[in-house]
């Protein structure tokens, strides 16, 4: 989870393009035309929490990419001060989408998981805040494998630790 292109995002998800796990017994993956997603299901609570965090970052709004994550994780920290290096400079990200390979269920409890998620960056453009015309795409990123634990805080999938495997 982390890597928009050179620089942006050390946790950018945003969405698939191709077929990814689903819904599958702890540690093993299965097609994604398995099962219907519903709103507890791994693959959904990761794609709509890149959805928010996409949508976040288009904003350059800290306090909603702030309430994405487990307060006091370090990934929290870590997604907050490369949008701060961003917005200082007068950028904005849009279109943050990244392309998920392979996404396999660690655990899988009521109130938390764990993921292993393979991706790269897909698109992304920055541009001054003001001037959209003038964006430019940021480099696609290389593929990385991360794992990405939630934690289910209310109703709320929040990220609480983003790792990489060994």
């Known amino acids: ?3 928009l292109g050179a620089g942006v995002g050390l946790l950018l998800h945003g969405g698939s393009v191709a ?36 949508a976040a970052w288009s904003h350059g ?16 920290s870590a997604d907050l001060a490369l949008l701060r ?6 950028l904005v990200v849009s279109g943050l989408r990244m392309q998920v390979l392979r996404a396999r269920v660690l655990v899988d409890r009521s109130r938390v ?18 001037v959209r015309s003038a964006s430019r795409t940021l480099p696609a990123g290389g593929v990385s494998t991360h794992l990405v634990r939630f934690r289910k ?13 060994r």
């Open 85 to 90: 290096r961003y917005t200082d400079r007068g």
């Open 113 to 130: 998981l764990v993921l292993e998620v393979t991706e790269r960056l897909a698109t992304a453009r920055a541009a001054p805040a003001t």
């Open 19 to 54: 077929p990814v796990a689903h819904r599958p017994t702890q540690g093993v993956a299965r097609s994604a035309t398995a099962a219907t997603p519903g709103p507890n299901d791994p693959l959904e609570v990761l794609h709509a929490w890149d959805r928010r965090r996409a």
């Open 61 to 76: 709004d800290a306090a909603a990419l702030a309430r994405l994550y487990v307060t006091g994780s370090r990934a929290r």
């Open 153 to 165: 805080v209310g109703a709320a999938w929040l990220v609480a630790a983003v790792t990489t495997p």
């Open 1 to 3: 989870m982390l890597a």
